[in-house]
Every structure is written in C-alpha cells, then in structure tokens.
C-alpha cells in the first residue's frame, strides 16, 4: 500500500514554455500532498505544500506564481512550471501522507526530471 | 528553523562491513523517519520511530531514535551492494511537514 505515482517521470521543453507535473496517490487518500525540488548529490528541499481544496502554502523563496500548484481531489496534485527556464532544470519530487495514519509518513513519487533548454 | 545534520555525508566501504549514520537535530522531534534514495528515484520509507530511547529492526539495518527525541542513528550490519544509495532522516515536528536531513551517500563496494 501507499503507492505514489508521478507523470510525467521526465520531461524536456523549450524556455518559456510551461509544464505541468501531475502526482497521483494510487491506493490511498491523501489529505495533504508536498512538492520538493532536488539538485544533484543534495537532499530535498520542500517548495510547497498542499491541502485538497485550498491554496497551497510556499516556502520561503519559492515563487507561487511561477511553481502553480493545483490539489483539485485527494488523489491527485499538479505542480506547472510556468514560462520554464533553464534553472528550472531540476529533479521533481512529490510525495503524499494521510492523516489518519497518524504519523506524519510521506510517501514518494518516482520523480520527474525536467531540463529546460 | 530545524536542521538535521547527518554524518557522515559520504561512506565508502567493502562489503561485509559495519556502518552507522547519525542524524543530530537541536531540535525535538514528534517522530523520525528513514529513508533511501535511488539515482533517479524517489525516496522509500524505510522506517518511522516515535518513542524516545525506541530501537527498531528491519533485517541488518538497526534504527534508534534518541531518549530526547533529538537524534538519531542507522546501523547497517553486513553492508551488502544492495545497500547503496542516499539515506535520508526526516524528522516530524509535529505537523505533517518534514524536516530533511542533509543525507548519507553510502556505497558499498563488492
């Protein structure tokens, strides 16, 4: 159990164009959804994190109008990349936990990579 | 701000061998994860422990969660190939937010 799936796990685009990551809790509901960011040989860094039905709430730094983040069901999240740069070029990575597990456990997509060029 | 510092940040060692990481935080901790990380993956829970002072086994990997919630370490017996990778604590600080450790590259050599 607790399976999470991302799509699309890599993608290429042109700069300026926009992208959107979707991440799918398969055999569970996730009440809160997180999007992290990863550089190379580095540790996560969480952007934002996700309610379903309401806004999401950025970290610091992190800009909301660029890094949209939709949580429109308790399966489903979307992360868009808007008018793509190169350093946005990153490993994606989204992650799910349910609530009434009680202990705060995510659990990871595979990741998606997106180069920009 | 809550940080979690592991170390070491790279290890190295044959097969066969013993290792610990330790993940050490200021800060106190509702509960502490583990996790491994693949190239090009995303990461796998592995364990969560809750209780101070709690020791957990999973096979030849031994967790423990310090008396004050503050620490924690990963003992891995035996390392075999199959061990490689990032490892990853991730401490709750009492809402769903994860605090990540500044990870563990281990690689095991045959």
């Known amino acids: 159990g607790a399976v999470v799936s991302q799509h699309p796990s890599w993608v290429i685009c042109k700069s300026g164009t926009s992208v959107k990551i979707e991440c799918r809790s398969l055999?569970?509901?996730?009440?809160?959804m997180f999007w992290y960011r990863q550089f190379p040989k580095q540790s996560l860094m969480l952007m934002a994190t996700?309610?379903?039905?309401?806004?999401?709430?950025?970290e610091q730094g992190v800009e909301k109008d660029k890094f949209l983040i939709n949580h429109a069901s308790l399966t489903l999240s979307t992360l868009t990349v808007t008018s793509a740069h190169p350093e946005d070029s990153s490993f994606y990575i989204c992650?799910?936990?349910?609530?009434?597990?009680?202990?705060?456990?995510?659990?990871f997509g595979p990741g998606t990579r997106l180069t920009v060029t | 701000t809550q940080l979690l510092e592991q170390s070491p940040q790279f290890l190295s060692i044959q097969e066969g061998e013993n290792l610990t990481v330790y993940c050490n935080s200021s800060?106190?901790?509702?509960?502490l994860q583990w996790y491994r990380q693949e190239p090009g993956e995303g990461p796998v829970l592995l364990v969560t422990?809750?209780?101070?002072?709690e020791v957990k086994k999973l096979k030849r990997l031994t967790f423990q969660f310090g008396d004050a919630r503050k620490d924690s370490s990963l003992h891995i017996t035996a390392a075999q190939p199959g061990d490689t990778g990032l490892y990853l604590c991730?401490?709750?600080?009492?809402?769903?937010?994860?605090?990540f450790g500044t990870g563990t590259r281990l690689t095991i050599i045959p």
């Open positions: 996700s309610n379903e039905g309401s806004k999401a709430t950025y």
């Open positions: 992650s799910a936990s349910d609530r009434g597990r009680g202990l705060y456990e995510q659990y």
């Open positions: 800060s106190v901790f509702s509960s």
């Open positions: 055999d569970f509901q996730a009440t809160t």
């Open positions: 991730a401490g709750a600080g009492g809402n769903e937010k994860l605090t």
């Open positions: 422990v809750v209780t101070g002072g």
